[in-house]
């Protein structure tokens, strides 16, 4: 049974910073392709960060040189630190395995509010 269990989401200001974190079991977590998407209210689930196995990550434009996704193959998670949060950071965050079928987690949610 595949799980993807997130952690690390809640309420922080402007400006500050949160460190997501996703563990992974019942995949060969070195074979996919992990990444974290994120959904806001009455928009649509968008891409946030990736990262294949060899490390090449890929970044939505509105948070490169904020965010920082990374990943460890023998602990088999994947994290997304994010700094310099916006508002418009506010979305319920998911993380995914991608290989030949894409598997979410639960989400979690961050709000970034003064």
């Known amino acids: 049974q595949v799980q993807l269990l997130e952690s690390g989401g809640g309420l922080v200001q402007p400006g500050g910073s949160l460190r997501l974190s996703c563990a992974a079991s019942?995949?060969?977590?070195?074979?996919?392709?992990m990444g974290w998407y994120r959904q806001a209210p009455g928009k649509q689930r968008e891409m946030v960060a990736t990262?294949?196995?060899?490390?090449?990550?890929n970044y939505a434009d509105s948070v490169k040189g904020r965010f920082t996704i990374s990943r460890d193959n023998v602990k088999n998670t994947v994290d997304l630190q994010m700094n310099s949060l916006k508002p418009e950071d506010t979305a319920v965050y998911y993380c995914?395995?991608?290989?030949?079928?894409?598997?979410w987690g639960q989400g979690t949610q961050v709000t970034v509010s003064s």
């Open positions: 019942g995949i060969t977590f070195s074979t996919y392709t």
């Open positions: 995914s395995a991608n290989r030949i079928y894409r598997y």
């Open positions: 990262v294949t196995l060899p490390g090449d990550r």
